[in-house]
């Protein structure tokens, strides 16, 4: 990408898109365009196509998506279905029309099939049954890369799909209910210190494993794939490392200096019970994770507390 483009950030608001809207700005992109969600609403076919035909970005970072945890996801099945697919059908299929240089889809390991074998491999997308709690956000997704893949078929547009894993950093979700496992853990053990709480509960078993990767390093990993990759393929983005749920909570609350017991909900869903990603292929480019879960925990506990 010059230094001179135009580069459109679609949700720079959120987690992913801020960390890649402060990358472009460290690495002195001065062209950058940015809108609210307020100022563009991404489903509102009409006003994607007027935005591109105005604005004409040369490069596309497609960070806007609904999205939430395990329980949102299961909650608000048809919101996540619906405006996951208007985002991405305007905003993808007006870059064609504008003639975008290169866009960049993000999807997720959640779209994987829930009992691939591990570590998951890009090519096992599509090649079994979806897990159920997601099932809507991983249909939507799925349909982002095929779209993707199409357009570049029959228009030759360079339009890549990448497959982070699951995220976490700064300006994360903390909403109790519909936040991620690792922020929605944060809180819960914050909230738990402050206020003498004897125990904190986990939902679930604790039993699922799960990756996460700090957002910082998602943004980095972008930024590495914008520039030097170009193929058609998936491309998975990870630490190759992940960890039980129980481990996960034990773990945040040694950080935050936790000192009650755990109890475990039973009445919540486990979801996928594992789904570490194989990131063979992005090692073998040169691409490696930089931050570690207890100092990305840190960090992202820091941010939490800075906004409270
Ligand atoms: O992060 P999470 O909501 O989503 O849940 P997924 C991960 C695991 O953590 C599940 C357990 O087994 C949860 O039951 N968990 C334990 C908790 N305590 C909590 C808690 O307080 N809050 C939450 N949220 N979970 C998502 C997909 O699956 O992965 C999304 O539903 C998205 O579409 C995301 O793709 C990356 O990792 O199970």
């Known amino acids: 990408m010059e230094k001179n483009a135009k580069i459109y950030v679609a949700g720079h608001r959120?987690?992913?898109?801020?960390a890649i809207y402060r990358k472009l700005q460290k690495e002195g992109f001065e062209n950058i365009l940015v809108k609210t969600s307020a100022e563009l609403d991404l489903r509102s076919q009409q006003s994607v196509a007027d935005f591109f035909v105005a604005e004409k970005?040369?490069?596309?970072?497609l960070a806007a998506a609904k999205v939430g945890g395990i329980v949102a996801n299961n909650t608000y099945r048809a919101d996540f279905?619906?405006?996951?697919?208007?985002?991405?059908?305007n905003v993808i299929h007006n870059a064609y029309l504008s003639g975008v240089k290169k866009l960049m889809f993000l999807g997720s390991s959640c779209i994987y099939p829930k009992m691939a074998p591990q570590p998951l491999k890009e090519e096992?997308?599509?090649?079994?049954?979806?897990?159920?709690t997601n099932e809507p956000y991983a249909i939507a997704k799925i349909a982002g890369i095929k779209m993707c893949d199409a357009y570049r078929d029959q228009y030759g547009c360079d339009f890549i799909s990448v497959m982070p894993t699951n995220?976490?950093?700064?300006?994360?979700?903390y909403h109790?209910?519909?936040?991620h496992v690792l922020p929605a853990l944060i809180r819960k053990f914050h909230e738990a210190k402050i206020n003498n709480e004897k125990q904190v509960t986990v939902w679930g078993s604790g039993s699922p494993m799960?990756?996460?990767l700090f957002a910082d390093d998602l943004a980095d990993a972008c930024y590495f794939l914008m520039q030097n990759y170009s193929e058609p393929a998936l491309i998975n983005i990870g630490t190759g490392h992940d960890l039980t749920i129980k481990d996960l909570a034990l773990l945040i609350k040694d950080i935050l200096g936790y000192k009650g017991e755990l109890v475990f909900d039973a009445s919540k869903p486990d979801g996928t019970p594992r789904k570490l990603m194989d990131v063979s292929k992005l090692h073998n480019l040169g691409w490696k994770h930089k931050v570690e879960l207890p100092e990305g925990i840190s960090l992202a506990y820091q941010d939490f507390e800075s906004k409270l």
């Open 14 to 18: 959120g987690m992913v898109g801020s």
């Open 57 to 61: 970005p040369d490069y596309v970072f």
């Open 81 to 89: 279905l619906y405006e996951n697919l208007a985002i991405q059908n």
């Open 124 to 132: 096992y997308l599509l090649t079994g049954i979806l897990e159920p």
């Open 167 to 173: 995220l976490y950093g700064y300006n994360d979700n």
């Open 176 to 179: 109790p209910q519909n936040s």
């Open 210 to 212: 799960r990756e996460f």
